[in-house]
Each structure stands twice: as C-alpha cells, then as structure tokens.
C-alpha cells in the first residue's frame, strides 16, 4: 500500500467529532431505560410485543431521547410465529414489527391495532414497518414486504408507503429469529434483513419530523387484529449522532494534503509532546463492531489490519523533531459506521485523549509535534 502527495485538494471532507450516545441489549435480561406497553411483557430474555391473541398492541420504548437528525445505526433481531386468524383466510398470523422513531411526548399508547402495527396514527413520527399480513383495501401487494411510512408531522398512516420491497431474501412469518439493521445517513435510510439490503430510500429526517434538538423516541411497536401471532424482540443494538462528512472551502495553501488509495487525508488537531520515544494506544471505546484499522506515522505503517478491541493496544514508535503525522486508515465501516477509534499518546508521565472517524473516502489524522525541552 502506497501513500501518493497530491498537490492540489479541491475539497476537503471533515469527519465528524461528535459524541456518540450508544446502546446495546444483547437480550433484555437487564434493561433498565426501557419501557414496555400495553400488551408487551417480558419473557425469559426477550420482549413479546404481542401475545398470540386478536386485539392487542405493544410497544418497546428506549426511555431517552437519542440523536437521529445527523444519522443513526440500529440493529435489532426479532421473531414473528406463524399464529392463528379468526376467519377464513389462507393467511395466518399478524400484522407485523415497526421501528418507529418520534417527537411525540404523548406518542405512548396512540397507535392503532391490527393493520397499524401499533404506530398508525402518531403524529411526527417515521416508521419502518416488517409486515407478515396483506391489507389488500390498502393496496399492499403482498403478506411479506418492509416498508417506510411517514406523513411527516401529521398523524402516520400504514395505507401508503414512502418505499416498499415485497421480494424479500426470508419469510418474515416463519418462527425463525431474524437479523435486522437499519442506517440513516447521508439523507438516505437503508434498510437490511438478514444482511442483505431490502430498502434504500432519501429522506431528511430533520426536515420530515419536528425534532427537539435534534433528538427523538426511538422504540417498536406491533399489532393484532382478527389475526394474531406471538412478535418478539430478541436483541437491540443503537448508535446515534453520526454526522455526515460535511464539505469545506479549499484552504490557499493545504497542509502536506495526501491520498491513501484515493482518500483524503483531514484533521488539524495537533498534540504536542517533549519526548522523541512514545507509546500509541488505540481501542473502541463503544460497542465492538468489527472496525478493521491501520495507522502510518509519516508514510510507514506502524499499525496494520487490526481489528479494533474494546482492550488498548499499544505501539511504541520513535518522532523526528517538529512535525509527525499519524493516519487513521479504515480498512472497513463495521457494523456502525465510521469507523471509530479512541486515540492515547503517552508522553513519559503525561497522556493526551483523542478521537479519530474514518470512512471509505476520507480517512482522519493528527499531528503530533515534539518539541524537545
């Protein structure tokens, strides 16, 4: 791998250094931000929505606002029965998981039973909804899509989809537990089952919804009608306030600008130390998403395809007197992009604390500057 000078950058990405707010329920044997409601209960390690009778609805709410305006990634599993209906009908059971998010402090309890899914009917609000059930007087093709639905402030409706996708990879309705995720970024709402992407649609979710602060509820809600089965959350992973890159004005005169396979490298923040010997440490310091990393101190890599641990790792490595500049190079996005790293400098008896975000295009930096006593 090669590090080529570039003369000219026409634009330069910044990457994003704000805070992230995360979560992760691998079950929900303790949860102690969640709420349940109406008819959700808590059974061994998982959350039922809905028990296997007509009529209900339930909801699984985080208890905390959480950032979602500049970009978000959820993942979640859950399991849907195939049930029972209480006419004739070669369908069977109903009506499906949402996720929904809301700015809506009296959003708990609105939602509608059967077809709504639990989220028809709450203003300002936004849904992604797995639906095991064919309303045909709504015009759904079939009982085994994904689809968003929004009216923006205005109370949701599950009659009309924004984006559809009736082709799934699985049957949603089949007893089996599946793997969900779902990314916001960039103005675009990707959707993944079982790791195999089944919806891509723009939206700004800022403009759509009246947020507060750039925050909303986030949680699930399902549905019975006169067709019911047991819907279940089985696991629940969020991470909020991921920025997109944003584009700045050229600089006159760019600052040793280079590509890593045609990245831009970024980052002004400068540390400075009074030792020519010092020690590197690196780790996630959120949820270990499989983030793959190397890092180049002046055009050698002292750090190469490591997969980052919740654990530090260490490198010693030796400064040149003035300017040293060190790479954060993403090998991959992980599970939650960007790719995230928590950055020490130990010098002698004083450390310094950073953090560094890197993507596929852009790939962020720092220099550290020795200055001997």
């Known amino acids: 791998m090669?590090?080529?000078p570039i003369l000219l950058v026409c634009l330069l990405m910044s990457l994003p250094t704000k805070a992230q707010y995360a979560f992760n329920y691998k079950n929900f044997s303790n949860a102690p931000l969640l709420t349940l409601e109406e008819a959700?209960?808590?059974k061994d390690k998982f959350v039922?929505?809905?028990?296997?009778?007509a009529g209900k609805r339930g909801g699984l709410w985080h208890d905390k606002k959480v950032k979602v305006r500049d970009g978000f990634s959820t993942s979640f599993s859950f399991r849907m029965h195939k049930g029972g209906v209480d006419f004739d009908s070669d369908q069977k059971g109903a009506d499906g998981i949402a996720f929904v998010i809301h700015s809506n402090p009296k959003a708990t309890g609105m939602g509608n039973h059967g077809g709504g899914i639990g989220y028809e009917g709450i203003p300002n609000s936004i849904a992604i909804e797995f639906d095991n059930w064919q309303n045909g007087e709504w015009g759904e093709p079939n009982d085994n899509h994904v689809a968003l639905h929004t009216l923006g402030t205005a109370p949701n409706s599950s009659g009309k989809a924004k984006a559809i996708n009736t082709d799934l990879p699985t049957t949603l309705?089949?007893?089996?537990?599946h793997q969900a995720r779902i990314e916001y970024e960039q103005g675009v709402i990707k959707v993944f089952l079982n790791e195999k992407q089944v919806l891509n649609h723009t939206i700004d979710v800022g403009k759509t919804l009246n947020l507060d602060n750039e925050t909303?509820?986030?949680g699930?809600?399902?549905s019975t009608g006169a067709a019911y089965s047991y819907q279940e959350i089985h696991s629940w992973q969020f991470k909020g306030a991921l920025p997109p890159p944003a584009v700045k004005e050229p600089e006159p005169e760019p600052k040793k600008p280079t590509i890593l396979e045609n990245r831009v490298v970024v980052g002004k923040k400068v540390i400075k130390v009074h030792n020519p010997?010092?020690?590197?440490?690196?780790?996630d310091k959120g949820i270990e998403d499989g983030d793959i990393i190397s890092l180049n101190l002046n055009k050698t890599w002292v750090l190469e395809n490591y997969a980052l641990k919740k654990n530090k790792k260490s490198i010693e490595v030796n400064l040149s007197e003035g300017e040293n500049f060190l790479v954060l190079h993403a090998l991959n996005l992980g599970r939650v992009p960007p790719n995230t790293v928590v950055l020490t400098v130990v010098d002698g008896k004083k450390t310094h604390q950073t953090l560094l975000?890197?993507?596929?295009k852009a790939s962020d930096s720092i220099e550290i500057r020795y200055e001997p006593k």
């Open 2 to 4: 090669k590090i080529f």
């Open 40 to 42: 959700a209960y808590k």
């Open 216 to 218: 909303a509820w986030v």
């Open 173 to 177: 309705e089949n007893g089996q537990i």
């Open 48 to 53: 039922v929505l809905t028990p296997n009778e």
């Open 277 to 283: 010997k010092i020690t590197l440490q690196v780790w």
């Open 357 to 360: 975000n890197s993507n596929m």
């Open 220 to 222: 699930f809600t399902s």
